[in-house]
T-cell receptor, first 114, second 113 residues
Framework: EAQVTQNPRYLITVTGKKLTVTCSQN?????MSWYRQDPGLGLRQIYY???????DKGDVPEGYKVSRKEKRNFPLILESPSPNQTSLYFC?????????????FGEGSRLTVL | KQEVTQIPAALSVPEGENLVLNCSFT??????LQWFRQDPGKGLTSLLL?????REQTSGRLNASLDKSSGRSTLYIAASQPGDSATYLC????????????FGKGTKLTVNP
């Protein structure tokens, strides 16, 4: 089954404790992206990747890092999480360049930073 | 600034009614527009993708139209059902610069039995 898989789905952590949210897709998509969703603000792009070893900032990249060492994986790293990073996070992928492909989303990862 | 707006923010209709959800965007230079459905606590499910060269797309009871010149898209849902209750999001991929997909804030649809 074609899918985008995120882990963990739920996480409660404390300020400053590094964490990684993994994202994996099995559709051989070139394009992958991370979003956060907050009440009243909607979905905002954090980082995106056009292909292996190619990443770029979205609208709200501060406090986050990403890497794209393999085509299928695009982890989101919070080096020193803060309470304002409490949010619902989504990973997405699409075929080809992002400008044409249909975007597929993971189920989301709800993160709480205390 | 490239923005996407969805009005109304919420809509409640009786079962069986045909309805239209609206999406407007500020720049006509787009690659494509995609409609999603989001159930509470869940991820986004893609409903329809319209490329900039297309005028409409259909899938079952859903029909999405695109008018680039006026910066508008509509999602038409025929014979609505309680199972259609969800938040519907419109997302636009604008040309130029980053590969950014800009989302509207969604319309929360409730279909009452």
């Amino acid at each position: 089954e074609a899918q985008v898989t995120q882990n963990p789905r739920y996480l409660i952590t404390v300020t400053g404790k590094k964490l990684t949210v993994t994202c994996s897709q099995n559709m051989n998509h070139e394009y992958m992206s991370w979003y956060r969703q907050d009440p009243g603000l909607g979905l905002r792009q954090i980082y995106y990747s056009m292909n292996v070893e190619v990443t770029d900032k979205g609208d709200v990249p501060e406090g986050y890092k990403v890497s794209r060492k393999e085509k299928r994986n695009f982890p989101l790293i919070l080096e020193s999480p803060s309470p304002n990073q409490t949010s619902l996070y989504f990973c997405a992928s699409s075929y080809g360049k992002g400008n044409t492909g249909e975007l597929f989303f993971g189920e989301g990862s709800r993160l709480t930073v205390l | 600034k490239q923005e996407v707006t969805q009005i109304p923010a919420a809509l409640s209709v009786p079962e069986g009614e045909n309805l239209v959800l609206n999406c407007s965007f500020t720049d006509s230079a787009i690659y494509n527009l995609q409609w999603f459905r989001q159930d509470p606590g869940k991820g986004l499910t893609s409903l329809l993708l319209i490329q900039s060269s297309q005028r409409e797309q259909t899938s079952g009871r859903l029909n999405a139209s695109l008018d680039k010149s006026s910066g508008r898209s509509t999602l038409y849902i025929a014979a609505s059902q309680p199972g259609d209750s969800a938040t519907y999001l419109c997302a636009v991929r604008f040309q130029g610069g980053s590969e950014k997909l800009v989302f509207g804030k969604g319309t929360k649809l409730t279909v009452n039995p």
